[in-house]
């Protein structure tokens, strides 16, 4: 064939495709819908029972002063009858140890009880929901709202909502500054509008923090800032109490009439209503499985159960198990029997000793804390040759009324206190006391010897406390 007439075309690359992809999905608004049930009921009892605490604490009164206020200008920490001090750091060691394993010991028996039944941003969140549903309606009325044009309706709906959640958060952040400076001063300084510069900035801070998390990032905020979602699945095993869906029960599902035999369908007591997705405050479905967004507020298993009882259906198709108990069919005292395992046996008993410990220490801690702090000048000489050092007593009375104290010392022979040697410390204050100590000539040995301080109450003999010091003589 004559290839004369041919001619070579040439092929133009194909340009190339630009493909955008998001690196995080856009947020989709969770509109979840107002449920009752037994799970709800203790929802609720929790969120009374925290703010109360919350918003009551400050106001109490205890020997004329709050009652609990952690005073960081003074550096001193009133829980009703108790002061602590820097020097008791240990406590507060001893506190986020407790805190730790009554975790670890809650997760173990029954999931996240502590995200959904008393975290401050589940209740919180709790709170403006309720706010926004007596304003709003419940969830077909919020979508539709927010589907609607700017109207005077909708814009005096979303303000007075607004306006509600900003005064609920605006007293929170006062209520929480209220724990570290005195509440009713704090009151009269915001009624003057002469607040500090640090209370002006906590207040708001703290308020817009619970305007901000409680009334637009809610699930956001369990999903990925708390930490504890990530890890929690280290602390579940297969006899955990959990939020789960019954899928051998509930599938196939279906939608059907009530009056329809789901066996004859060849369908099973899930009717794929959506009302456990509708109710979620993170949006998931719990048929999906267990997922870290899942805040154990039980909320599922209220309005599934609801929905079997408008059906007629048994109750429980969504509702707190194990894995174990999904797998073998164990009853209720099975499982519980299998709650009550070794691991949780040993979490309840450490946590059982750390509290014990802690409370005894604290019954039996002495209200009187000393410092000895030798002055820096050198020895000096006084009459027939004595040798004399000063040293500084940081003297802490802890107690709630004032002591009177005396200070003795031993040491090299014939040591002796040549100052005032009694002295009194009002309540729950720190006195630097002066005391000069003489020993006498030839007594100890050249260089560094040590002293021992003992202060003790003048009217109770087992008040006392002994510090060690070092008393220079000249070589």
Not at 225 to 233: I, L, V
Not at 249 to 260: L, T
Not at 368 to 386: S, Y
Not at 455 to 474: Q, S, W
Request: charged share 20%.
């Amino acid at each position: 064939m004559p290839t004369s007439n041919l001619k070579v075309v040439p092929i133009k690359p194909a340009e190339p495709q630009v493909i955008e992809k998001q690196l995080y999905e856009a947020r989709k608004k969770i509109y979840p819908r107002a449920v009752h049930g037994w799970f709800a009921g203790w929802r609720w009892v929790m969120v009374w029972i925290t703010q109360a605490i919350f918003y009551g604490l400050p106001w109490l009164s205890w020997n004329g002063r709050q009652a609990v206020l952690f005073d960081l200008e003074a550096r001193k920490f009133h829980l009703f009858g108790l002061i602590f001090w820097p020097q008791d750091f240990i406590y507060l060691t001893a506190l986020l140890v407790v805190s730790a394993l009554s975790l670890f010991l809650f997760t173990a028996v029954a999931g996240r009880l502590f995200c959904g039944y008393a975290c401050p941003q589940t209740v919180y969140t709790e709170i403006f929901m309720w706010i926004e549903r007596k304003i709003e309606g419940d969830r077909s009325a919020r979508i539709r709202l927010d589907e609607q044009p700017m109207s005077l309706h909708k814009f005096g709906a979303k303000a007075a909502k607004h306006a509600a959640w900003l005064t609920v958060a605006g007293w929170t952040g006062f209520t929480f500054v209220g724990y570290f400076t005195p509440i009713r001063g704090l009151a009269a300084q915001v009624a003057a509008f002469s607040l500090g510069p640090w209370q002006t900035f906590w207040i708001f801070f703290y308020s817009f923090a619970t305007y901000g998390q409680a009334g637009f990032m809610r699930e956001q905020v369990c999903k990925y800032m708390c930490p504890y979602a990530r890890f929690q699945s280290s602390m579940f095993d297969k006899d955990t109490l959990i939020i789960t869906y019954d899928a051998e029960r509930g599938e196939p599902r279906g939608a059907r009439s009530k009056k329809a035999d789901p066996k004859a369908m060849g369908l099973g007591d899930c009717i794929d209503c959506n009302v456990c997705v509708h109710v979620c405050p993170t949006g998931i479905d719990i048929r999906k499985g267990l997922q870290y967004e899942c805040i154990a507020c039980a909320a599922c298993v209220d309005s599934c159960n609801e929905v079997m009882q408008k059906m007629g259906y048994e109750k429980g198709l969504v509702r707190y198990t194990t894995q174990h108990a999904m797998t073998n069919g164990l009853d209720k005292r099975a499982i519980w029997r299998r709650v009550l395992r070794l691991r949780t046996l040993i979490y309840f008993s450490i946590l059982l000793g750390v509290t014990f410990a802690v409370g005894l220490s604290i019954a039996n801690r002495t209200p009187l804390k000393v410092d000895v702090i030798r002055d820096r000048g050198m020895p000096r000489e006084v009459d027939e040759g004595a040798i004399e050092n000063v040293y500084r007593l940081q003297i802490m009375n802890t107690d709630e009324r004032p002591h009177r104290y005396a200070v003795d010392v031993n040491g090299p022979p014939g040591v002796t206190i040549s100052s005032e040697s009694t002295f009194e410390v009002s309540s729950a204050t720190t006195k630097a006391i002066p005391i000069r100590v003489r020993v006498p000539a030839n007594a100890g040995v050249p260089g560094s010897n040590p002293v021992w301080f003992v202060i003790r109450d003048t009217e109770n003999a087992d008040l006392r406390v002994m510090e060690k010091g070092v008393f220079l003589i000249p070589k």
